[in-house]
């Protein structure tokens, strides 16, 4: 598959299958399992994953056109595949050890018939996704999980969950180790229901693991290697995914607010309101330069990830950061040049507003990406 071919894939399944039922399926917070066997049967679910699994072996340049071109049509099931791809990741940059273990999960994920997804945020550590204070105890052949994975997208819906968690002997709160627990697992269960502001429709409840037991072949980092896996494997695609959502729903915000503005009327001026008020179309124009800002930043980002230089960490933390406070921005914008008709809920304009809201607090934050931009320009260590 190539990269338009993706692109083109991820447009049909957003006209057929998401902009269809987003809004119901954002009513009544329900998962879309009919957007996952869509993205499967497409090959879409094994984007990233080599050739040999079944997968089509693309780049980040087709992870964040995909991402957005989803996010347009349903932030919700974009932040899912977005999960999907990251654990796949995971899961494809296992200890050479386990490669024949994991190779059937690979197999699936290429034949588009896995889901996964990140079980990495802790009740107890919360949006400190470096740290969790679960800790893996030795067991036989393997060890016992017992932690509270506090937001799981996907959970419930998911074949299996990439869980963080610390070393069994691990000495430091970053001494972490990544397994592979597959949904069946005895011990593991949804333990809430998710009722969000936004992305309603991505099923992120909470799910607890209690004493299960997981063989070392699900083991997918060296014992205290997680934390330098997780930085180096899911950051950047992970800050390169949330732009790209981020981006889907800017553009989905420029669109909806345009048609708008054509469509509705002052009937006893005999002009539609873009054709009256050039306020609105002041700030039509600037929701524009804002959404083309973040794509050239983003376009930047993809660079920097295919040619890594001096710079590129710097990017990936300012990326994450930026797109979230623009899409928050630019879905304000057409709140209030939309007017009531988006706050009635008349427009589909307020559900992206609410999902807009998600990148900011999803891990790791706006507020942590600055704190580290901070204190990596000072030359102050990260951790
Ligand atoms: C829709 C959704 C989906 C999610 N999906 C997943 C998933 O699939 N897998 C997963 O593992 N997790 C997931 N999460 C969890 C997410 O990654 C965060 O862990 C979670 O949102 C953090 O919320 P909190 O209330 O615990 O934040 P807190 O840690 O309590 O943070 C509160 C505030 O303090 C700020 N803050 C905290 N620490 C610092 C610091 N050091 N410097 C500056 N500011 C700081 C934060 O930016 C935030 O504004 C999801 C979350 C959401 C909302």
Known sequence: MTHDAAVLKAREISNGVLTPSAGQNDKAGKFSSEAIEALGNAGLLGL????????????????????????EADASVAMVYLMHILGTAMIA???????????PVLREIGAGLHLTTLAISEAGSRSHFWAPVSRAHRNGKGVRISAKKSWVTSAGHAHSYVVSTLAPEGSGPTDSTVYLVAAETRGLSIAGPWDGLGLRANASAPIALEECEVSTDFQLTDDSAGFPTMMSVLLPLFNLGSAA???GLCRAAVAATVTHLKNARFEHLGQSLGESLPTLRAHLAEMQIETDSLAALIDDLVEHLE??????????????AAAGET???????A???????AFSK??????????????????????????????????????
């Open 93 to 103: 940059a296992a200890r050479p050890g386990i490669a024949e273990a994991v190779a």
């Open 48 to 71: 990233m994953l080599p050739a040999e699994f079944g997968g089509a072996g693309l780049g980040p340049r087709t992870l964040a056109a995909v991402t957005a071109t989803l996010a």
């Open 307 to 320: 040619e890594p230089r001096d710079t590129t960490l710097l990017r990936v933390m300012e990326s994450k």
């Open 245 to 247: 959502v981020a981006l």
């Open 335 to 341: 709140m209030r040049v939309c007017g009531g008709a």
């Open 346 to 383: 008349h427009l589909g304009v307020e559900r992206l507003f609410r999902d807009a809201h998600a990148g900011a607090v999803m891990a790791p934050t706006a507020d942590v990406m600055r704190e580290f931009i901070g204190k990596s320009l000072l030359g102050i260590p990260l951790f």
């Open 327 to 333: 899409a928050i921005s630019v879905t304000s914008t």
